[in-house]
């Protein structure tokens, strides 16, 4: 296979700008393109839907509306009412990643979630963030977290490594999530593509498949944003509540 | 693989550290806060509208119990005023029954006395007219004077027997 036809080929980061800071990298990438890109769309969408500031919202402005309540939702459920400082953080957070996936979606663009470093960034800073949060609160009790109540102390040497190792893995699994899901389906579809292409008038087979999957994709796209947001809130809330 | 490019590594954090924290600043500063108030106002109008609808309901129902009380208190005026006339019309018509009944009395009275006179003086003149026929009687079949006492008696004894 020739290097521009592997399914691969979607994710290599491209220097469009090369900056040099102090001997470190900050080139201005395809992948920083499609980050500024994002900012201004979500910040437009925003804004502008919201302009009317309608009482009965226009259709733009539902959807505000209603990604609004459903992260507000989200937290209120998930952490209660002391998760309302973080409101603003988990909404940017589903926001980016939202429209970092569904921005993915248009041929030829870029999918900035299907690099591992950019999902566990996100993941190593919540995961830091939630446990000094919960250090911060409880002090020692926050270790308590690692040993789940009414468990006979006997179990204890068996259970607390086992806990320990769950939170650990937390920024693997949450970043390696995202990343793997994104990664997947763009690979897969750009295979399917290749086909359609190689099949020439048989190639509407895999064509129909490619809709098919594209939806599928998009909602992936959607609900992998979303579980972010959840699983932020729910690590959120351990370190606030430590486990009820 | 892309994705395991280390030296790509630098570029991307530092842009994705850029453009979130931006992203984050817009949103809490700018957005977020729009977003809430509309959504606050809305909120509050509803309530608003709730509770005027409920205060306008109240107002309705208060108006149509004094409306039922007014309805109520008229019917039993308008009766009392219709037994006070029934009453009067006829304490009225018992008057004048009484005053009729008594001028009617005055005057039945009145003409019994007329009456009585009259058959008073009827009878006085039949004795008179009984004694004075008995009297020529006796002078034209006997040819003498029948004392005119004697004669009253007779009439007198004869008229009791008829009565």
Known sequence: MAAGESPLEQFAIKRLVEINIGGVDASFTNSAAMMVIVVVLVTLFLTLSMRGNAMVPTRWQSIAELSYELIAKTVRDGVGLEGRKYFPFVFTLFMFILFCNLLGLIPYSFTVTSHIVVTFAFAAFIFIGVTILGLVRHGAKFFSLFLPEGVPIALAPLLVPIEIISYLSRPISLSVRLAANMMAGHTIIKVFAGFVVALGLFGIAPFVFLILLYALETMIAFLQAYVFAVLTCLYLNDSIHLHH | ?163
């Open chain 2, 1 to 163: 693989m892309p994705q395991m490019e280390f030296a790509d590594y630098a570029p991307q954090l530092i842009w994705l550290a850029i453009t979130f924290i931006t992203l984050y600043v817009l949103m809490s500063r700018i957005a977020l806060p729009r977003i809430a108030d509309v959504l606050e106002q809305r909120q509050l109008r509803l309530s608003n509208d709730l509770e005027q609808a409920s205060a306008l309901r109240d107002e309705a129902t208060k108006a149509l119990e004094a409306y039922e009380a007014t309805m109520a208190e008229a019917r039993s005026q308008a009766h009392a005023i219709a037994m006070e006339t029934r009453d009067k019309i006829a304490a009225e018509a018992e008057k004048r029954r009484a005053a009729f009944d008594a001028e009617l009395e005055a005057q039945t009275a009145k003409e019994e006395e007329r009456i009585q006179k009259a058959i008073a003086e009827v009878e006085s003149n039949v004795r008179d007219v009984a004694i004075a026929t008995a009297q020529a009687a006796g002078a034209k079949l006997l040819g003498e004077d029948l004392p005119a006492d004697a004669l009253g008696r007779a009439v007198d004894s004869q008229m009791e027997q008829r009565a």
